[in-house]
Nanobody, 115 residues
């Protein structure tokens, strides 16, 4: 049974940091690219960051220099370190495992940036 379970969300003040985790099970984690998406109220889901199976990373312009994606294949976990958070980062954050012809979503974790 495939599972992606996000954790680490919460309420943080502007300028603060959070570290999201996504624990995977039920598939060969190391062979999948892992991505983080987010969806703010009333907006479409958007891609935040991706890390390939080989470890290459890419980021949306809106988070470059503030967010860092990483993965631990031994623990089947992908992380998103979020620094210098802004109110516009408020959203539900989802992780997604993907490779050609196969993709899985987590259930999401809420991140709220507010004073």
């Amino acid at each position: 049974q495939v599972q992606l379970v996000e954790s680490g969300g919460g309420l943080v003040q502007p300028g603060g940091s959070l570290r999201l985790s996504c624990a995977a099970s039920g598939f060969t984690f190391s062979s999948y690219a892992m991505t983080w998406y987010r969806q703010a109220p009333g907006k479409e889901r958007e891609l935040v960051s991706v890390i390939s199976a080989g470890g290459s990373t890419n980021y949306a312009d809106s988070v470059k220099g503030r967010f860092t994606i990483s993965r631990d294949n031994a623990k089947n976990t992908v992380f998103l370190q979020m620094n210098t958070l802004k109110p516009e980062d408020t959203a539900v954050y989802y992780c997604r495992a993907m490779k050609p012809l196969s993709a899985y979503w987590g259930q999401g974790t809420q991140v709220t940036v507010s004073s």
